[in-house]
T-cell receptor, first 108, second 116 residues
Framework: GIQVEQSPPDLILQEGANSTLRCNFS?????LQWFHQNPWGQLINLFY???GTKQNGRLSATTVATERYSLLYISSSQTTDSGVYFC??????????FGTGTRLKVLA | GAGVSQSPRYKVAKRGQDVALRCDPI?????LFWYQQALGQGPEFLTY????????KSGLPSDRFFAERPEGSVSTLKIQRTQQEDSAVYLC??????????????FGPGTRLTVL
């Protein structure tokens, strides 16, 4: 099955800093989503992005399907951005495979 | 509109007890998924329903785990004779289904199960 790797595993930022999170996947994907898991455990949808580039406020994402990676950009980070960021991919029809996540802590 | 809801949010069970976890998907969503998330890990797929049909149960860890969605809306994940290794957060997700953008999954808040 498809393998999903995320980097870095942990990231500590000062408030206001920018960051880039990476997701590599081992095979072609039909679906790809980025999620933010907040400290209460809720998975929040950030982007549905099997290819191309999207932006939503301070967040943007790019997936280069032919090179099998996706990037999540966080600009002007805030303490509320803290949590775990997951990339999840579907190689077949519906079964999402999650990466191990990037644990982000933003310091005030 | 309302998102995916799950109940209970927390469940403590003694080893050997049976538990039932409920998921209410987003209204009109055809596809429903259950995932298990161990501490410090990403969610792992358990099972998938399309309407009332369970199309994939390949991720269920043992025959003590059973899921149903009899009327194609609410789903229940049942764990019989719970064991300590069943302790985890159980997440439910739903999607419209139908391919492409309609396969975007939306997650509930999860049920944290602790088996003593």
């Amino acid at each position: 099955g498809i393998q999903v790797e995320q980097s870095p595993p942990d990231l500590i930022l000062q408030e206001g800093a920018n960051s880039t999170l990476r997701c590599n996947f081992s095979d072609s994907v039909n679906n790809l989503q980025w999620f933010h898991q907040n400290p209460w455990g809720q998975l929040i949808n950030l982007f549905y992005i099997p290819s191309g580039t999207k932006q939503n406020g301070r967040l943007s994402a790019t997936t280069v399907a032919t090179e099998r990676y996706s990037l999540l950009y966080i600009s002007s980070s805030q303490t509320t951005d803290s949590g775990v960021y997951f990339c999840a991919c579907v190689g077949g029809t519906y079964k999402y495979i999650f990466g191990t996540g990037t644990r982000l802590k933003v310091l005030a | 509109g309302a998102g995916v809801s799950q109940s209970p949010r927390y469940k403590v069970a003694k080893r050997g007890q049976d538990v039932a976890l409920r998921c209410d998907p987003i209204s009109g969503h055809v596809s429903l998924f259950w995932y298990q998330q161990a501490l410090g890990q990403g969610p792992e797929f358990l099972t998938y329903f399309q309407n009332e049909a369970q199309l994939d149960k390949s991720g269920l860890p043992s025959d003590r785990f059973f899921a149903e969605r009899p009327e194609g809306s609410v789903s229940t994940l049942k764990i019989q004779r719970t064991q300590q290794e069943d302790s985890a957060v159980y997440l439910c997700a739903s999607s419209l289904g139908g391919g492409g953008r309609y396969n975007e999954q939306f997650f509930g808040p999860g049920t944290r199960l602790t088996v003593l």
